[in-house]
């Protein structure tokens, strides 16, 4: 005992405290005697108040260091970006040629996602695919349509957006086409996909959640 009694404190700070008794005297006044060292502003009365109590919380604590919140970039709004036309293709860069090296990389993309496009592969397995796929790069073909000045106009799909397919044509005119009551066709190596434009009014990143049925329907 003597040897942690003397490890906190000094022979003179012991005589000091007075906690040369022996037994519970000894205990009893070590504990006074570290209390003092630790809360020496408190005065003797306060510290035995404390001893009263089942728990006794020294003066002593970390400062935690309080978390910055970061504020979180806000992105723009669907509505700031239309007003500010960040998706706006300038007229001078409307032109066919342009993108054919986009339509590259898509055919490209598309046979690494459906592991070559065999020939003796399921037609119905790369309709799966490609109704979840980027479409951004597609040669896409209006087939069908409840407006017949839709029906013929090919091209390749630029921007897609939930309601729309934005195509350029190889004459370099950028068509807005309208997904509702409209049937469209993609072909890529010799396999041809059906897109059911009224079952397709999603957004690009939200189909690859989305199933769909085998057969869409449209009323003409």
């Given at each position: 005992m003597?040897s942690v009694?003397?490890?906190?404190?000094?022979q003179?700070?012991?005589?000091?405290?007075?906690i040369?008794h022996?037994?519970?005297?000894?205990?009893?006044?070590?504990?006074?005697?570290f209390?003092?060292?630790s809360?020496?502003h408190?005065s003797?009365?306060a510290q035995?108040?404390?001893?009263q109590?089942k728990a006794?919380?020294l003066?002593y604590f970390?400062?935690?260091?309080?978390?910055e919140?970061?504020k979180k970039?806000?992105?723009?709004?669907?509505?700031?970006?239309?007003?500010l036309?960040l998706?706006?293709?300038n007229?001078?860069?409307?032109?066919?040629?342009?993108?054919?090296p986009?339509?590259?990389?898509?055919k490209?993309?598309?046979?690494?996602?459906c592991s070559?496009?065999?020939?003796?592969m399921?037609?119905?397995m790369i309709?799966?695919?490609?109704?979840?796929?980027?479409?951004?790069?597609?040669?896409?073909?209006v087939?069908?349509?409840k407006?017949?000045?839709?029906v013929?106009?090919?091209g390749i799909?630029l921007?897609?957006?939930?309601h729309i397919?934005k195509i350029i044509?190889?004459?370099d005119?950028?068509?807005?086409i309208p997904?509702?009551?409209c049937?469209?066709?993609v072909e890529?190596d010799g396999?041809?996909?059906y897109?059911?434009?009224?079952k397709f009014?999603?957004?690009?990143?939200e189909?690859s959640?989305?199933?769909?049925k085998?057969?869409?329907?449209i009323?003409?």
């Open positions: 003597n009694i003397y490890h906190a404190f000094s003179k700070e012991a005589k000091e405290f007075d040369q022996p037994g519970t005297q000894r205990a009893e006044a070590f504990v006074r005697a209390l003092k060292r809360m020496p408190m003797q009365q035995e108040d404390h001893l109590r006794v919380v003066e970390t400062h935690r260091k309080q978390k919140k970061k970039s806000k992105g723009l709004s669907a509505k700031q970006r239309r007003e036309r998706f706006d293709i007229p001078e860069q409307q032109r066919y040629s342009l993108f054919l986009l339509h590259e990389l898509w490209q993309y598309i046979r690494d996602l070559g496009l065999k020939p003796d399921q037609p119905q309709q799966a695919k490609l109704l979840k796929a980027d479409l951004h790069g597609a040669i896409v073909s087939t069908k349509s407006c017949p000045s839709y013929g106009i090919t799909l921007q897609e957006t939930k397919f044509t190889k004459e005119r950028l068509k807005v997904k509702l009551n049937v469209f066709t890529i396999f041809i996909s897109i059911y434009g009224s009014q999603l957004r690009s990143s189909r959640a989305k199933k769909f085998a057969k869409g329907t009323d003409l």
